[in-house]
Each structure stands twice: as C-alpha cells, then as structure tokens.
C-alpha cells in the first residue's frame, strides 16, 4: 500500500523558510527522507492557500519563490466542488456532536485538508496527515506530528 503524506502548515512554512534555523533544516532533511523512502507527498491547496496569504502579506518574495518550487516539485492537490462538498458535510457533523475545530464563523482550513485527506485515500493509497497539532485533524483522519512519520 502506497503511503500518501498530506503537508499541513506548519511543514510547509518550515520547508520553505530560507533561514537555515535547526527546525527548518530537520523539515528539509524530513521532506527529503520522505521522498527517499518511496512516500507520495502532496502539497493541499488550501495549505498554499493559508502559507501563501500570509508571506504576500509581509512580502516574503524568497519564500514565495520557495512555496513555488514546492509546489513545482510535488503533487498539488487542488481543492474540488467534491472537497469542499464533503467538508461542509464534516464541518457539520463535528459540530452537531459537540466537536467544533474551529469558530462558527471560520473557513475551517483543517476540516478542507481532511475532507482531501478522505478523498485521496483509496484501498491503494493510505493517506496521513503531516501537522505540529494532530488534535483536530485526528477527528477525521489519521493526523501525526510531522516528526513522526
């Protein structure tokens, strides 16, 4: 079964720092062992979404041009009408049970990542998630701290 790692937020923000801190440099050499060692990582477009709103905000240009060459160098998965179908079916379901993950106002990035997460996986592919917060995400899909995997 092929293992497909999902990046959320915090691994992308980190992969793509060009400052050479210890925690950027361990998600560089993590993201490559990955790769190394046969896993299919993929790039969520809400994630590019959410790192890149951000670094256009503060005019970040090398790590824009870096998000880019990620994006160029993995599988980017676009969000679809059937992503965002099934993560409103899951944002409400969470809810009625009493499990919100975010504000009732938000978008709800980590409800759009799952509802990918759910769509990518197959009886081939096993899809996990890459996160520095597992706790939400765990509602609907196996979720891991990225230094874990």
Not at 41 to 55: C, K, M, N, S
Request: with cysteine.
């Amino acid at each position: 079964m092929t293992q497909i790692v999902l990046l959320d937020s915090t691994p992308v923000g980190l992969i793509t720092n060009p400052k050479a801190t210890p925690v950027a440099i361990e998600c560089q050499q993590w993201l490559q062992s990955l790769l190394d060692r046969g896993y299919h990582v993929v790039l969520p477009e809400i994630i590019d979404y959410e790192i890149r709103r951000e670094l256009l905000r503060v005019n970040k240009m090398k790590s824009i041009r870096r998000l880019d060459e990620l994006k160029s160098a993995l599988t980017y998965l676009p969000i679809t009408t059937e992503v965002m179908l099934k993560a409103a079916q899951m944002w409400a379901q969470v809810r009625q049970q009493g499990k919100p993950t975010a504000d009732n106002k938000a978008l709800d990035g980590d409800v759009i990542l799952a509802a990918q997460a759910i769509l990518i996986s197959s009886e081939a592919y096993r899809s996990i998630v890459a996160t520095s917060n597992p706790k939400h995400l765990s509602l609907f899909v196996d979720a891991r701290d990225w230094q874990d995997i």
